[in-house]
Nanobody, 120 residues
Framework: VQLQASGGGSVQAGDSLRLSCEVTGRLFSSSAVGWLRQAPGKDREFVAAIRWNDPRVYYRDSVKGRFTISRDDAKNVHLQMNNLKVEDTAVYYC???????????????RGQGTLVTVSS
């Protein structure tokens, strides 16, 4: 499984960004794809996940109501991030688990990161 992330950038607080992840390779009904992030000097943390074969989604509490994860017919996974905050600044990694145990992603597969910078 290969994951190719895109869509990071630098924005002001309150702005929006959309991250995308192109998924190639085989995933299963037990799998999930989503995003982890790592801010400077902090541990990597779970952001959001979507099950591969059904629409169930999961979010960390701090992004609920602001971020939306989705999957399109081409098997790309998107993370729409609205009302961004300075504390959302991090490198975001598209991540997949072969056997997903909700809500957190272990990171069986991980793509390269994409940097999101939010300034006040």
């Amino acid at each position: 499984v290969q994951l190719q992330a895109s869509g990071g950038g630098s924005v002001q607080a309150g702005d929006s960004l959309r991250l995308s992840c192109e998924v190639t390779g085989r995933l299963f009904s037990s799998s999930a794809v989503g995003w982890l992030r790592q801010a400077p000097g902090k541990d990597r943390e779970f952001v959001a996940a979507i099950r591969w074969n059904d629409p169930r989604v999961y979010y960390r509490d701090s992004v609920k109501g602001r971020f939306t994860i989705s999957r399109d017919d081409a098997k790309n996974v998107h993370l729409q991030m609205n009302n961004l905050k300075v504390e959302d600044t991090a490198v975001y990694y598209c991540t997949a688990d072969r056997y997903y145990s909700a809500p957190y992603l272990k990171g069986d597969y991980r793509g390269q990161g994409t940097l999101v910078t939010v300034s006040s």
